[in-house]
């Protein structure tokens, strides 16, 4: 078996016993990224040199008896929506292109502490906005299962990475899905913590009210390990929350006694895929079988997620996104033939004497911004942020914006009423497994129904984990999504951890790249 | 104006940077004058991922300012994003309050003592924070029309007051903004200095015409970025008379179809406001809470805790000077418009020469004369409390006359002297009685027409003998002159 084979947990453990170096490992996984990412393109930007440099000066330190942090020299993978100090950032957008950060994220920074080995910038929806990592400016990234599927999105560069063999740990975000679907696309476990459980200091904003990070790995003990690396409060993040982080990695292998599983009726309805009803349900079983009572309950609002989500995200991202204007940083357009472009029209106005084009026509700095931004934004960047500045303008503020905001306080409600009488949700991640590339890139109506499961955790601002829980029967990886209560992580991650004690569902790997 | 047909009305809405040591939500400094974006960071130049956090001090800076002005504080305010696009607003929007601000309901009294006006309360409507935007500077030279942006300004903490439209003069204009000013700068809340740009004011004016039919408003029109006092003042006096003349020759009135609030801008050279925006242009800000900030919570404990922190403030501090010392408002009111310092100073030399209307004399008249003439602030001035007192001592128990006082005023300030080490410069003392004595029996001795002129009913013809004591010893006292002259005389 070969180092990529291996778990995050126990590569980590051999690093501690020295029976692998760092640089051993960086090598494998370059290894790896250079004979497969030319199919995958999990990745938009690598530097290997920087990662063996740094990878050998963990390795001395350890040598020298000095210490070495938590991640003592694992290699990781960064979705390119946090920013990395000197090295280029670019959300997977034209506008950003040539974006070098003059700081750290926080989670970089904890990383780096903790003596993480960045791998390299792995490849995304464009600010984070899709389910397929189609919408990238650069390339499409693909399903290591079956590379003709996508890997799912938006962090789908995160999970095909890591189901290539070509990282043993990633990091994510998840806006409204993004790290859990593309986990259960790509057979991948991934967490989307508790909101204010990591800080998004350097995360570049998509939706600041439902942005958060989180690990990608190939088991529940793995991303137990990465989490308690990033997690905890930021004084630069005020909606980051003060609370001890526990010492997930400790505990994630101790089973919980007693656990109390609620079923959703709702995530049971039409349109869910029969054979991920399957495997969910037989893993509901898993769980009997390991001491879990199960209780059907009700979500009366999970229906009203996706309309809801649709507003509220777009809304704050047509904000956010508004400080991308060519002027203080990022793609600018070419000045010169926009205003040749503007002397034109003026002249041809001019001709024909139309006064009332004259009075309208563009400033040179309004141009400059119209210009820019039809450039440097892809189209459903520029879908969404219509749609939020419509949502957010007089007149229809109340009727859009405000009445989400309500819906979604009954979201949350819906919840915390669940978890008076459960410790965890259980249901499927996805409602399908990995859809073609291109099947589902001219109608973005049915690519959102694909967050049917997922977006209303992150309106109710609560953790959630995707793990595999079977395949389909085309060999499609499926995924099984638990939801937990505010910062309730660690049982979480140890509920996980149980399920995947009993099935062997997430050392599968898929054939690419030959046999690890 | 009570010869114009119409009030004029008006509402100011004021900016004041607050005086913290960093900006609003990141740790740069606020500092003025510093080389173009030097004082920047990721957070202030809205860098991709950057997030903002509150600074505190900011907020209770707020706090005291909406107190001293009596609003009401609500229990929870939030903040929220102003978007438009400006390349000096790096981020695309403000961090700003809309619907749920800090402060509101409260009220400024002004007064005139020059009695101008009544005395009165200007309402505030609210008071809110918010960061404020870089600068543009736009360098035309060359034909290059190029803009460069100064980003050293962005983030730092601004005070927004919004008056009600209250204000009914030029004259109540000045004293709302210059009551303003003097409490906040004896809060410490901001140095409001109007050249650096810490004191901004937008005014919003229109005028009511009283005509055969009733009351007519005129449009509203704001007036923008009015960076003295005296622009204020003109660019209102010229407002209202455009406004009346606009009504004269169309007859337009608010709420007519197709008025609107119209935005104007001051040109003192010419001496005319101008039209900044033509057209009809809702502006849609599309405002919204920042996802990005917590909401504040000030409880009624908080409040208290700040109020009863607050220094005495100048309308109490005016009160208290007048009924302690008997002076006039007049007086109370140039003491108190200097600033705490000079209101310590006049209380110390009250205190020591013993005669409170006395001591303001010398303060407002004297002291305030050669901080003028030499340009200097009170901490420049030679002359401490202390010395100013015994002088003005000296003067309250008879024993120096008041233009021989001002000599000594004069020495003591040019020589750092005490009044004692003056007098005896000068050679100024209290002449001994029997030289006074025999200095009039001379000068009576010396001029007969005088005394026939006295001893024929013109007592007021003495008044020549004591120029000429004054020549033989300028020690002597006008008065104990005149009297012991009168006493010769009457003897004779």
Redesign the interface.
Known sequence: MSLTAHSAADLLRDLAARKVSSVELVNAYAERIRRLDGQIKAFLHVDFDAALARAKEIDGRRAAGKPVGKLGGLPVAIKDVLCTQGIKTTCASKILQNFVPPYDATVVRKLKEADAVILGKTNMDEFAMGGSTENSAYFKTTNPWDTSRVPGGSSGGAAACLAAGMAPLSIGTDTGGSIRQPAAFCGVTGIKPTYGRVSRYGLVAFASSLDQIGPLGRSAEDCALLLEAIAGHDPRDSTSADLPVPEYAKSVSQPLAGLKLGLVREYFGKGLDSEIEAAVREAVKVYQSLGATVKELSMPHSKYGIATYYIIAPSEASSNLARYDGVHYGYRTDEKAMLDELAAEQKKYEAENNTKKLADLDTPLIRLYRKTRAEGFGPEVKRRIMLGTYTLSAGYYDAYYLKALKVRRLIRQDYDRAFEEVDFLVGPTTPNPAFKLGEKTDDPLAMYLEDLYTVTLNLAGLGGISLPCGFTKSGLPIGLQLQCRPFDEERLLRAAAMYQRATDWHTKRPTIGGKE | MPDQPYDLIVGLETHVQLLTQTKLFCGCSTKFGAAPNTQTC?VC??????????NRKAFRLGLVAAIALNCEIPEFTKWD?K?Y?Y?DL????QISQYDLPMSKSGWLEISDPKGRFATKKVGIIRAHLEEDAGKSLHDEAAGKADSR?DLNRTGTPLLEIVSAPDIRSTEETRAYLTELKLLLTYLNVSDCNMQEGSLRVDANVNIHIQTLQGKIATPIVEIKNLNSFRFIERALAYEAKRQYDVWQETGRKMGDPGTFKQTRGWDDAKGVTFSQREKEE?S?Y???PD????PVITLAGDVREVRGSLAELPAAMRHRLEKSYGITPYDSDVIVAQGQPLVTYYEEVARIGGDGKKAANWVTQEVLRVLNEQAWSLEKFPLTAGALGELVKLVVAGEIEITRAKEVFNDMVAHKRSAAESMAALGIGKVDSSELEAICREIVAANPKIVADVKSGKQQAVGALVGQAKKKNPNANPNDVRRICLEIIERM
Request: some cysteine; glycine content about 10%; proline content about 21%.
């Open positions: 990721p130049i809205g860098l991709p991922g950057s997030l903002p956090v509150m994003r978007q696009y390349p790096p981020k695309g929007y942006i809702s849609d599309r405002y919204f996802p990005d900030l917590c």
